[in-house]
């Protein structure tokens, strides 16, 4: 399984087979599209599995979660998911919500993501708000882990404490990418 960038063009293909296929394919075309970061899951370079993420600051939606019905129930959404809250959370993300329907929401609980009292009806189907907060290291967790850092950093490639110094603000600095 590969997880991976695709265009919205490949989004679309996937949404509309699955959401709601029976609708014109302008249908399953957001707005926001040009402004997402869309990303497919690869099974032997077929595509089983998208969603489109959608970045405000720090808080981030995920739209239009879909699996080839024929490819549901072998874990592709699951491990999508997981993927795609991993790129989130990497690039400074706080939180993460989605509009889930209603029949769906144990299957987010399962990624720890909460009911919000937020529910609403689109084309007679009830949706709930969910979200989930990305824990952050505490700034002392932070500290000690760059001390550590610092410490196998000098001892291991006999270096100075400057140019450890340096090696462990690269580190952090990639952390928060």
């Known amino acids: ?6 265009t919205k063009e490949q989004a679309w293909e996937v949404r509309h087979t699955v959401m709601w ?3 014109d394919f302008s249908y399953i075309q957001l707005k926001d599209d040009p402004l997402g970061i869309h ?4 099974e032997e370079g077929e595509l089983k599995s998208v969603v489109s993420l959608f970045i405000t600051g720090n808080e981030a939606q995920f739209r239009k979660f879909a699996t080839l019905k024929e490819e549901q129930g072998k874990g592709y959404g699951s491990r999508l998911l997981e993927e795609v809250f991993l790129k989130a959370k ?17 299957f987010y609980q399962a990624f720890n993501m909460k009911e919000t009292t937020r529910v609403f ?4 189907t009830r949706y709930v708000v969910m979200e989930l907060f990305f824990k952050q290291l505490k700034s002392s967790v932070r500290r000690h882990a760059a001390f550590t850092l610092l410490l196998l950093f000098k001892r291991a490639y006999n270096l100075s404490l400057v140019q450890s110094i340096h090696i ?10």
């Open 121 to 124: 009806t689109k084309s007679s």
């Open 39 to 42: 990303y497919g899951l690869f």
């Open 21 to 23: 296929p029976d609708k």
């Open 90 to 106: 990497n690039l400074g993300v706080r939180k993460i919500w989605c509009n889930a329907r209603e029949n769906k929401v144990s």
């Open 168 to 177: 462990v603000h690269l580190f952090f600095d990639i952390q928060r990418l």
């Open 1 to 6: 399984m590969n997880v991976q960038s695709i």
